[in-house]
């Protein structure tokens, strides 16, 4: 197959000067150029310059393009190699997933919200696409102040990028027109912080990458050549061709065939079809040319030139179903390609971060590093690390802190649940340590003389010769009630999973925002709102301090002062917005508030399922005590029709259990 059977559409770069329809695959290199002269920069960051080719125009759109991208989208598009290589690259960079991690839990909420809405994973897949076959310019939607609206893949055969003469980039061009009539109108111009540049296999301070393709051009001319000239011989030779020769010696003398008959039998040659039969006299030889094993001759060559291709792209050929080799050769191949993707995701993750996360979260007031990671590794690694685990685990006679370490680590890569996980560790736990007592508890064997009777001691009683009739039920069912935890049927653990249902299930209309305005105000956000219950939760789970829970707070659910609002509209004082609570005091206010109004509320939901329907509200006395909390407190009520608690901000009351013994 020749490059002329490559349907190459034809293209006019604005970079040459002449309509590109190539036989043979050659570099382009811009025609058109002007040679920069170097100035002085009043504050230069650097010393050292970069070297321009920039493109002359009636407006100077920016540096040629190091070669004619429309030779390596040609290629992607028609040859089946270079598309089968490009589309390995991107299943193995893009194909894992990706995630984002950060110390700050709202800034990952924010970008993993943000990736969600633009349908980034549809978009990296193209752009990677568009980096490696050409350049990839990302276009990057809104103001440098705002987030990101929205981004979109552009073709990098019109992007042109202008830099001076340090090789700071000052802006992006994109043409769409023609050279021999050229718009300004059809320029569109990008400031640096719209555009995001994929530039794969740089070249010192080149502006471009040569992405993968274009570095193998000269190889994939030479195997495109030599299969078309192959397949030219093998037509040739399909068809029998005839070598016929007139004329010769006889009997000393030369008898030369008459031009015209020589003229007319080679017409007559041009009709020829199997029902032609042949009557020639002496003089005329018909002979059939023999090509001999045209394959052998090629085979070779093609299998050098391919052996060539896969050396410049870099990837195995076990891979792409032209390899026959052993295991280990195999293995090394494929480690030497992974390599590579790596490398690759290391520039995807810089470019990412710098250029894509850095400006959403300054956009919403958060500066801090957010993390791209690509995801899952391959079955094949994934079970080869669960191999290992297994052995270590199956090895694993004293400490068990590893082996739970191991078993997480299991877990993770089977992606099981690990919450139930952790529920089910935790009852083994308990299990474990009940077996323990019970084994400390058990009697040892007998031994000679420890059956011998003991002196009996009277034991004085120190109560009332007359039982207290409230006590009576205890005395007699001692065994039946160990703890107080089976006296009062109360199970700590059940009660924090009871206030970790109430986080999870309630809406927080209290400070929840209903409104841009209301959210301008100071209240939380959806996303504040999500973070602060996270932080809620896992503080009742771990135990956490209030001063703990206040402190991740302020670190996480990102606080702004409280405004005052009525009737709608924030209250202003002499054109001031009037400030009820400080951003530096609303973390303790809303821990302290909402910590009270969680565990009563599961513990009342915990009080229910117990069969417990009253409570008595109990309220916490001292200088601070409000005169509605001290006249609430003793009062019973059924569960659900109290006063709403916490009765105020800061409110410290609780509800305890009315029980029949209460």
């Given at each position: 197959?020749?490059?002329?059977?490559?349907?190459f559409?034809?293209?006019?770069?604005?970079?040459?000067?002449?309509?590109?329809?190539?036989?043979?695959?050659?570099?382009?290199?811009?025609?058109?150029?002007?040679?920069?002269?170097?100035?002085?920069?009043?504050?230069?960051?650097?010393?050292?310059?970069?070297?321009?080719d920039?493109?002359?125009?009636?407006?100077?759109?920016?540096?040629?393009?190091?070669?004619?991208?429309?030779?390596?989208?040609?290629?992607?598009?028609?040859f089946?190699?270079?598309?089968?290589?490009?589309?390995?690259?991107?299943?193995?960079?893009?194909?894992?997933?990706?995630?984002?991690?950060?110390e700050?839990?709202?800034?990952?909420?924010?970008?993993?919200?943000?990736?969600?809405?633009?349908?980034?994973?549809?978009?990296?897949?193209?752009?990677?696409?568009?980096?490696?076959?050409?350049?990839?310019?990302?276009?990057?939607?809104?103001?440098?102040?705002?987030?990101?609206k929205?981004?979109?893949?552009?073709?990098?055969k019109w992007?042109?990028?202008?830099?001076?003469?340090?090789?700071?980039?000052?802006?992006?061009n994109?043409?769409?027109?023609?050279?021999?009539?050229?718009?300004?109108?059809?320029?569109?111009?990008?400031?640096?912080?719209?555009?995001?540049?994929?530039?794969?296999?740089?070249?010192?301070?080149?502006?471009?990458?040569?992405?993968?393709?274009?570095?193998?051009?000269?190889?994939?001319?030479n195997?495109?050549?030599?299969?078309?000239?192959?397949?030219?011989?093998?037509?040739?030779?399909?068809?029998?061709?005839?070598?016929?020769?007139?004329?010769?010696?006889?009997?000393?003398?030369?008898?030369?065939?008459?031009?015209?008959?020589?003229?007319?039998?080679?017409?007559?040659?041009?009709?020829?079809?199997?029902?032609?039969?042949?009557?020639?006299?002496?003089?005329?030889?018909?002979?059939?040319?023999?090509?001999?094993?045209?394959?052998?001759?090629?085979?070779?060559?093609?299998?050098?030139?391919?052996?060539?291709?896969?050396?410049?792209?870099?990837?195995?050929?076990?891979?792409?179903?032209?390899?026959?080799?052993?295991?280990?050769?195999?293995?090394?191949?494929?480690?030497?390609?992974?390599?590579?993707?790596?490398?690759?995701?290391a520039?995807?993750?810089?470019?990412?971060?710098?250029?894509?996360?850095?400006?959403?979260?300054?956009?919403?007031?958060?500066?801090?590093?957010?993390?791209?990671?690509?995801?899952?590794?391959?079955?094949?690694?994934?079970?080869?690390?669960?191999?290992?685990?297994?052995?270590?685990?199956?090895?694993?006679s004293?400490?068990?802190?590893?082996?739970?370490?191991?078993?997480?680590?299991?877990?993770?890569?089977?992606?099981?649940d690990?919450?139930?996980?952790?529920?089910?560790?935790?009852?083994?736990?308990?299990?474990?340590?009940?077996?323990?007592?019970?084994?400390?508890?058990?009697?040892?064997?007998?031994?000679p003389?420890?059956?011998?009777?003991?002196?009996?001691?009277?034991?004085?009683?120190?109560?009332?010769?007359?039982?207290?009739?409230?006590?009576?039920?205890?005395?007699?069912?001692?065994?039946?009630?160990?703890?107080?935890?089976?006296?009062?049927?109360?199970n700590?653990?059940?009660?924090?999973?009871?206030?970790?249902?109430?986080?999870?299930?309630?809406?927080?209309a209290?400070?929840?925002?209903?409104?841009?305005?209301?959210?301008?105000?100071?209240?939380?956000?959806?996303?504040?709102?999500?973070?602060?219950?996270?932080?809620?939760?896992?503080?009742?789970?771990?135990?956490?301090?209030?001063?703990?829970?206040?402190?991740?707070?302020?670190?996480?659910?990102?606080?702004?002062?409280l405004?005052?609002?009525?009737?709608?509209?924030?209250?202003?004082?002499?054109?001031?917005?009037?400030?009820?609570?400080?951003?530096?005091?609303?973390g303790?206010?809303?821990?302290?508030?909402?910590?009270?109004?969680?565990?009563?509320?599961?513990?009342?939901?915990?009080?229910?399922?117990?069969?417990?329907?009253?409570?008595?509200?109990?309220?916490?006395?001292?200088?601070?005590?409000?005169?509605?909390?001290?006249?609430?407190?003793?009062?019973?009520?059924?569960?659900?029709?109290?006063?709403?608690?916490?009765l105020?901000?800061m409110?410290?009351?609780?509800?305890?259990?009315?029980?029949?013994?209460?």
């Open positions: 197959m020749g490059i002329t059977d490559i349907n559409r034809k293209t006019q770069n604005v970079a040459t000067t002449e309509i590109y329809d190539p036989v043979i695959l050659t570099s382009k290199i811009p025609l058109i150029k002007e040679a920069t002269t170097t100035t002085t920069s009043d504050k230069p960051v650097f010393k050292g310059e970069v070297k321009r920039l493109i002359k125009f009636p407006v100077a759109l920016g540096e040629a393009h190091p070669f004619d991208f429309a030779i390596t989208e040609g290629l992607y598009k028609s089946g190699f270079a598309t089968g290589v490009i589309d390995k690259y991107v299943d193995f960079i893009v194909g894992p997933g990706f995630f984002v991690e950060s700050d839990e709202r800034a990952v909420e924010i970008i993993e919200q943000w990736m969600q809405d633009v349908n980034f994973d549809t978009v990296l897949r193209q752009w990677v696409k568009e980096a490696l076959v050409k350049n990839g310019f990302l276009e990057l939607g809104g103001k440098p102040e705002e987030s990101i929205g981004v979109k893949v552009l073709d990098s992007m042109y990028v202008k830099r001076d003469n340090k090789g700071t980039v000052e802006k992006y994109q043409y769409r027109g023609a050279i021999d009539s050229f718009s300004k109108d059809k320029v569109n111009d990008f400031s640096p912080h719209q555009i995001a540049h994929l530039a794969f296999n740089k070249i010192g301070d080149m502006a471009y990458g040569l992405g993968i393709i274009w570095p193998g051009v000269n190889t994939v001319n195997l495109l050549q030599n299969e078309k000239d192959l397949h030219m011989l093998m037509h040739r030779k399909a068809n029998s061709p005839y070598h016929i020769k007139m004329g010769g010696v006889v009997g000393g003398k030369y008898f030369k065939p008459n031009p015209t008959i020589v003229a007319q039998f080679s017409k007559d040659l041009q009709w020829l079809n199997n029902k032609h039969e042949w009557v020639t006299d002496g003089l005329t030889e018909i002979k059939t040319v023999d090509f001999g094993n045209i394959g052998e001759k090629f085979n070779e060559v093609l299998r050098y030139d391919t052996d060539m291709l896969l050396y410049t792209f870099q990837v195995p050929s076990v891979l792409m179903g032209t390899g026959n080799i052993n295991e280990g050769i195999a293995k090394v191949q494929m480690d030497g390609f992974e390599r590579k993707v790596t490398s690759f995701q520039e995807i993750e810089k470019v990412i971060e710098q250029k894509i996360f850095k400006r959403i979260l300054n956009a919403n007031g958060i500066d801090v590093h957010v993390e791209f990671q690509w995801g899952r590794p391959s079955n094949t690694e994934r079970y080869a690390r669960l191999d290992k685990l297994s052995m270590l685990m199956g090895g694993m004293s400490s068990e802190s590893l082996r739970r370490m191991l078993e997480r680590e299991a877990i993770k890569i089977l992606e099981l690990e919450e139930e996980y952790e529920e089910m560790a935790e009852i083994e736990d308990v299990q474990k340590e009940e077996d323990r007592k019970r084994e400390e508890e058990r009697p040892q064997p007998l031994v003389g420890q059956n011998a009777k003991k002196p009996q001691k009277v034991v004085k009683q120190s109560y009332a010769e007359e039982p207290c009739p409230h006590c009576v039920d205890i005395e007699e069912s001692g065994s039946k009630y160990n703890d107080i935890e089976e006296w009062l049927r109360f700590y653990k059940d009660y924090v999973k009871s206030i970790e249902k109430f986080i999870k299930a309630d809406a927080y209290q400070i929840a925002a209903s409104t841009a305005l209301e959210e301008a105000a100071g209240m939380l956000s959806q996303s504040q709102v999500k973070v602060f219950k996270r932080v809620l939760s896992k503080g009742f789970k771990n135990g956490s301090s209030i001063d703990e829970m206040v402190s991740a707070v302020n670190k996480n659910v990102g606080l702004k002062d405004l005052k609002m009525e009737n709608g509209v924030i209250v202003q004082k002499n054109g001031i917005d009037v400030v009820v609570k400080g951003k530096d005091m609303r303790v206010v809303l821990v302290r508030t909402e910590v009270t109004r969680a565990a009563n509320e599961g513990a009342m939901k915990h009080f229910k399922e117990g069969g417990i329907n009253k409570i008595r509200w109990v309220s916490s006395f001292g200088a601070r005590t409000c005169p509605d909390c001290e006249a609430l407190n003793g009062n019973i009520y059924e569960i659900g029709k109290q006063p709403s608690i916490p105020h901000p409110c410290r009351c609780t509800v305890a259990p009315v029980t029949e013994l209460s």
